[in-house]
């Protein structure tokens, strides 16, 4: 068991998941297996397309409770060094780019967390990204240069929480 894959997560994400694995196993599982019995219903399986979509859909919610109960069993949770400022897991960064060595007013925050609550929309990076590993260890008014899509670019550190 020791050399299976740590999920790092806050205690936050941790409970998303949970509260995602209950709604899978309480909600989607049996509306699952309702449609299967339905689509079982109308016959000839070999063209029961309605049977096909629900077993692919079965296929999935259990793919995805088993990856979330293994998240769980594996999870570390991150805690919060609110004394230190340097990046680390939980921790969110705000940075500017430099252009020709100056601010370019375009302020970013991020917190950095485990892959397993990542959600860039929410401004929530994994760990594993290209940015996130450039910035870990680093420090307020250090300047780090990104690899990003759509290139590279240099940033300055404004500020660690």
Request: proline share 3%; net charge negative.
């Amino acid at each position: 068991m020791s050399n299976e894959k740590q999920y790092p997560m806050t205690l936050e994400g941790k409970q998303k998941l949970e509260d995602e694995l209950n709604t899978l196993k309480t909600v989607k599982r049996p509306e699952v297996v309702e449609r299967i019995k339905v689509a079982r219903s109308f016959g000839d399986l070999s063209e029961n397309s309605e049977y096909d979509s629900a077993k692919e859909e079965q296929g999935f919610v259990e793919g995805r409770i088993s990856l979330i109960e293994q998240m769980l069993r594996n999870a570390v949770i991150i805690t919060e060094d609110d004394s230190s400022n340097t990046i680390s897991l939980g921790k969110t960064v705000t940075f500017d780019e430099l252009i020709n060595g100056k601010r370019a007013n375009f302020e970013e925050s991020y917190t950095i967390v485990g892959s397993a609550e990542a959600d860039p929309i929410e401004g929530k990076i994994s760990n594993d990204s290209p940015i996130a590993k450039a910035l870990m260890g680093k420090h307020v008014d250090d300047v780090v240069k990104l690899t990003t899509p759509g290139g590279d670019m240099e940033v300055i550190i404004l500020e660690v929480k």
